[in-house]
């Protein structure tokens, strides 16, 4: 499903703000013609698949924030310690120092359809093999590295949701610290 005419940014960002504030059920078409500044017309010329066609673009645009944000840093030319740096700094700019929820985490536990799923599955694919790359340089084997990777996602996602909860970025900031050990 593609949009009908490539929306501009500014239309997706604002998509992608609710989405990651309300969920994907939580989210209503009110909401995002409001968010966007669009009539519901408009967003179904944008959109002609509706509520889920909108939630596979901001899929695919939060797929292309980790693939050139944490997995270009990842790959990128430079010292471990100065691309674990910018990754931190990267994601303390997208979660608000964890104080923002992660739209991945939203749309994980919600009823989207199977394109969006899949690129669900390959922004998480990709934010892991960022962090997997890192842990391996850092002097990990593989194998544990690849574990270290996944269980420090899911630890950043947990610590995003009891920040949710009880306002407390403790476990987020040790999250990060856990990450900055890799250098």
């Not at 669009?38 to 980790?66: N, W």
């Not at 910018?86 to 009823?111: E, F, P, V």
């Amino acid at each position: 499903m593609r949009p009908a005419q490539a929306p501009s940014p500014a239309v997706l960002d604002s998509l992608f703000a609710v989405f990651r504030e309300q969920g994907f059920e939580g989210a209503s078409l009110s909401d995002l013609s409001k968010a966007t500044g669009l009539g519901r017309s408009s967003l179904y010329h944008y959109f002609p698949d509706g509520k889920e066609q909108m939630a596979q673009a901001v899929l695919e645009r939060a797929r292309t924030i980790i693939d050139t944000e944490i997995l270009g840093i990842a790959n990128a030319a430079g010292s471990l310690k100065t691309r674990v740096r910018k990754i931190i700094a990267t994601l303390d700019q997208i979660y608000g120092g964890g104080r923002s929820a992660c739209l991945l985490g939203r749309m994980a536990t919600s009823s989207i359809g199977g394109a969006a799923r899949q690129d669900l599955q390959l922004a998480f694919d990709h934010w892991i093999e960022a962090i997997e790359k890192l842990a391996i340089e850092s002097g990990q084997a593989p194998a544990h590295a690849h574990d270290f990777a996944q269980d420090w996602v899911a630890r950043l996602q947990g610590a995003l949701l009891l920040q949710a909860a009880s306002g407390d970025v403790g476990p987020y900031n040790r999250a990060m610290d856990a990450l900055q050990d890799l250098a």
